[in-house]
């Protein structure tokens, strides 16, 4: 007898295998077998008829590594993954994680690391003992973590621009190898943004062949989306070329409308370094906005040493006087995040100790109050002490649209799970690909998109026993009507829930029944193949 049997569903199985009409018997949390199980009983049955049967979508790019500790009314939030059908997170993108804390350096970390944790944040000296402590969490969903090169550096060399020298390498190393031998999934890296700014090249090829010689993935946010995507891709790649690991690079984009249209070229840069041997893909959330810190803003001289040391700047009239003159003529190398989006279009995500701000754009907050968009940024960050995301509409639908459509390009939400108006990808990604590009617009295959969402991402990240509907894998799996499955979220209401996403099962248990929250919360802390 199966604990549960999924009747009469069109499974697409996460391969290239055709679509079916089967049934899919689970028992003791694995799937057992796809086929005709007529005459078969089970505990529960869910009927899929006229829906599809396919593998818990995997979510490649995620902030999610705190938000099992959010408060209760963050329910939103923290459901907004499963809600769509995502099965397993990829956490600890972008050089940001809780770990490794340094003991000296612990409470700079946690101010440091708050912007993107908010209420849920808390450090842990390792990786190790965020896992132990996090697997006790009740998880909705799987997570597979990654370590922050970010937080590397925090801890070995601080926040500063200082260069590691002979023993912090070692040190880095040494911290990055800990991190990776208990089970972290590979190192993110978050290149606009300190401490990340600060590195050379040649720090990510250091720490590139501890991944390599572990087989881990490099995963990294690059330095540049805008007038230097172009190098920035290369230095990416290039870390692929000199120490053999694979990269990722995270939520593709190009910005700023003097970039628009350079996604092809930007794909056919990765296709000819992969021709060439480098393992390098790339992945995308499916909206022409972004979402960052409003600290990220600033020039990276004003961030450099921590919050305290940003906030003390934000103070001095002759730094202010000058953050402003740059925010009008540029810095070479820097990504100019309001040159890019224009103030109009960076709008207050989340800022809980201003909620009333939340929604309102730089501009109409700056006429209000009668003073230069640039100091209305420097005083917002002495005010919430640095504690407010945005949201940035800085890129072109045609060139999000060509990176969605290219079939090596996963899909990743980029979560930031915080309080207030967060971006609608946090609930809508991949109900949006599903419904938008593929349905409607049908700028990618219903078959492929799957493969893309489930087995390749699963393969890519070597995460093990998931990412297929077949006997043998965990049951992690998602029944949704390829007719309406479509995103709800929208700026103004961001968490609302997809439509067309019926059931969503982890390792068995129905965590989603007919669209609600069932209470279950059997996600695991995962470890890789």
Known sequence: MFATIVRSGVVIDGTANPATVADVGIRNGRIEAVGDLYGAHAAREIDASGRVVAPGFIDVHTHTDLAAYLPPEAG?????????????????????????????????????ISAVFGP????????????????????????????????????VVGLGRAQPEAGTVRALRAA???????????????????????????????????????????????????????????????????????VQLSHLKVAGRQQWGTAEAILDQIGHAVAGGVDARGDVYPYAASSTLLRALLPPWVNEGGVEAMLHRLTVPAARHRIEAEFRTGLPGWQNFAAAAGWNGITIASAPARPELEGRSISEIADDVGLPPGEVVADLLLQLRADCVVVLHKMNEDDVRTFVSDPNVLIGSDTIPL?????PRTAGTFARVLGRYVRDEGSADLH??????????????????????????????????????????????????????????????????????????PGQVLEPA
């Open 76 to 112: 939103g939030v923290k459901l907004a993954g499963v809600r769509q059908g995502v099965t397993t997170e990829v956490a600890g993108n972008c050089g940001w994680t809780p770990f490794p804390a340094a003991a000296g350096r612990r409470n700079e970390i946690k101010e440091h």
């Open 120 to 155: 849920a944040t808390r450090t842990f000296d390792t990786f190790e003992a965020y896992r132990v402590e996090i697997a006790e969490q009740p998880l909705p969903v799987n997570l597979a973590p990654l370590v922050g090169h970010g937080t590397l550096r925090a801890a």
């Open 176 to 246: 990055l190898a800990e991190a990776l031998d208990h089970g972290a999934f590979g190192m993110s890296s978050g290149l606009v943004y300190p401490p990340g700014v600060y590195s050379h090249p040649t720090e990510l090829h250091d720490l590139g062949v501890v991944l390599a010689r572990r087989g881990r993935i490099y995963a990294t946010h690059m330095r540049n989306d805008m007038d230097l995507v172009h190098e920035a891709v290369t230095e990416a790649i290039d870390v692929g070329r000199e120490t053999g690991v694979a």
């Open 419 to 423: 309080p207030g108006r967060p971006h």
């Open 448 to 521: 492929q998109m799957v493969r893309r969402m489930t087995s390749a991402a699963a393969e890519r990240f070597n995460i093990p026993e998931r990412g297929r509907l077949a006997p043998g894998y965990v049951a992690d799996l998602v029944v949704f009507d390829p007719e309406t499955v479509t995103d709800k979220a929208t700026f103004a209401s961001p968490l609302l829930p997809p439509k067309g996403i019926d059931h969503v099962l982890v390792a068995g248990e129905q965590v989603i029944r007919a669209g609600a929250d069932t209470g279950a919360r």
